[in-house]
């Protein structure tokens, strides 16, 4: 029962990524003004919840002008944050089918860059917008966060279960092969 409850829900393990994938895309086909707007409205927000929290005072003038200031970086961690998500979720689909260690780093990084690269050429099809070699890097850097955190989440919860298994499974064949050594040692004499 428990191994064809597993066989069904195992594809839904694909699910995050590909709406990873279709939530970049979306964030793509948006027109350069659409999209300027968006990361200005975010930048705005963060300053003006900055000004806030630390009791700042400032007008609205300034607010605005430290958003535009900030717009690029915030535009461009945006990208690495995505990708960072895809990468997370790219690699659990394999991960969930077996794939370990540096072949599931390298799966994960390849899909990543390659759909960085085809998210560059679907941006030139889109008004106000181009493709940039510098943002399939700064994709290629948020993925790489994203693959180094899976390989530490694995490393650090995942890993040591499995030697606590195998350990346990390695005294209990210890422990048998003595019970056979003196259950035979018993028999000859």
């Known amino acids: ?46 300053v003006e919840i900055g000004n806030e929290i630390l009791d700042k005072g400032l007008d609205e003038w300034t607010i605005g002008q430290y958003a535009y200031e900030i717009e690029y970086p915030i535009r461009k961690l945006a990208h690495m944050t995505e990708y960072f998500l895809l990468a997370v979720a790219v690699s659990f689909p394999f991960y969930v089918y077996g794939l370990r260690g540096f072949p599931l780093m390298l799966v994960a990084g390849l899909i990543c860059v390659a759909f960085a690269c085809g998210d560059e050429y679907h941006q030139s099809f889109v008004e106000g917008r181009g493709p940039s070699v510098k943002d399939v890097c700064i994709d290629s850097i948020g993925a790489f966060g994203g693959i180094l955190t899976v390989r530490l989440i694995c490393w650090l919860f995942l890993t040591p279960a499995r030697v606590a298994k195998r350990q346990e499974a390695y005294a209990y064949r210890k422990m048998e092969a003595r019970r056979r050594a003196q259950r035979e040692r018993r028999r000859r004499y």
């Not at 895309?25 to 963060?46: C, M, P, R």
């Open 1 to 46: 029962m428990k191994k064809v409850a597993l066989f069904f829900l195992k594809p839904l393990s694909f699910l995050p990524a590909l709406l990873m994938m279709y939530l970049i895309f979306q964030f793509s086909a948006q027109t350069g003004e659409l999209s300027g707007n968006l990361s200005y409205e975010v930048s705005y927000k963060i």
